[in-house]
Every structure is written in structure tokens, then in C-alpha cells.
């Protein structure tokens, strides 16, 4: 059987913890900025856990 091909789009975006969590960046924050409140913005900074019902799909495109 051959090997399983990584989706390295996938891979860029999505990090993996020591503890096996997946963490991903928060959408929303490329543009449009003017409008948006500082404290929009700073949350937007902090990772985010991979939704839990995307997380068996997420590891599979990633070979974890």
C-alpha cells in the first residue's frame, strides 16, 4: 500500500500541539479593518482548537 500524501495546504494552516490538539488561525482578519474594534482585532490574534466535527477530516488530510 502505498504512502499517504500530506495536503500541504492543510499543513501550513493547521499546527499540531504535544498534546495532540489542532490549532488554526482565526478567520476574518485580512481586511476591512477600519471598521473593526481593537478588541476585534486582538482576539482575532489567538489561535483557535479545529472544530471538533472537522478534526477526523483535518487529521486525515495531514497523516496524523
Same mark, same amino acid.
Given at each position: 500500500m502505498p504512502k499517504l500524501k500530506t495536503r500541504k495546504g492543510l499543513s501550513d494552516r493547521?499546527?499540531?500541539?504535544?498534546?495532540?490538539k489542532l490549532m488554526r488561525k482565526?478567520?476574518?482578519k485580512s481586511h476591512l479593518l477600519?471598521?473593526?474594534t481593537a478588541k476585534r482585532k !486582538?482576539?482575532?490574534?489567538?489561535a =483557535?482548537?479545529?472544530a471538533a466535527a472537522d478534526v !477526523? =477530516?483535518?487529521r486525515r488530510s495531514l497523516g496524523v
Open positions: 493547521i499546527r499540531v500541539t504535544r498534546t495532540g482565526h478567520a476574518w477600519e471598521k473593526k !486582538r482576539a482575532f490574534r489567538a =483557535q482548537q479545529v !477526523r =477530516q483535518v
